[in-house]
């Protein structure tokens, strides 16, 4: 099973135990995928600490050998700085933000979708995403409470949030709609 599908069955499970809050007949079933959830929750969080060092390792050794303000490359999913940012919300297209952290794991299995969004030819967006620990401000500025969190803006403008993971087809609906 893909990151894409996992993440999809567990928002439907999500779902799921949210439309049936009062059916207390289901109280046994209910309690099991709230342990799936919270064990999934702690698997994947595991997984992103221990992938964080060399990810990080990865990240630094990226930025001494390049330009760290490299510029935005189309149909892929960029990470940006602040002064980066601000110059593409001042555009027409509109911008998807990921606001993200390595420690996360529902942020790591997001990479998927959002590369494979990206590269989608029907969608006309700017996908780009914030580390929330190198850039503190930016969340604090885009009032982010939780990671992963999605923002969609168009001109500067919020028009969309979004918090936690979704799959290829929820972020695309998140997008269209």
């Given at each position: 099973m893909n990151s894409n599908s996992l993440i999809q069955r567990l928002n439907q499970l999500e779902e799921w135990l949210e439309k049936t809050k009062s059916k207390h007949h289901l109280l046994p079933l209910r309690m099991g995928g709230y342990l799936l959830l919270i064990l999934v929750l702690m698997i994947s969080n595991f997984l992103a600490v221990v992938r964080w060092p060399l990810a990080s390792l990865?990240?630094?050794f990226a930025e001494r050998s390049g330009n760290p303000e490299r510029?935005?490359?189309?149909n892929a999913v960029n990470e940006i700085a602040p002064k980066q940012l601000d110059h593409i919300l001042q555009g027409t297209k509109p911008?998807?933000?990921?606001?993200w952290a390595e420690w996360c794991g529902p942020c790591i299995m997001m990479n998927k979708p959002l590369k494979k969004l990206a590269e989608s030819e029907n969608i006309d967006c700017t996908i780009v995403k914030v580390n929330t620990v190198q850039h503190q401000e930016l969340a604090t500025q885009y009032n982010v409470k939780g990671l992963p969190t999605l923002l969609l803006m168009k001109e500067g403008e919020e028009i969309k949030r979004s918090a936690g993971a979704l799959s290829y087809q929820?972020?695309?609906?998140?997008?269209?709609?």
């Open positions: 990865k990240r630094k510029s935005i490359l189309p911008v998807l933000i990921d606001f929820e972020l695309k609906k998140f997008i269209t709609q």
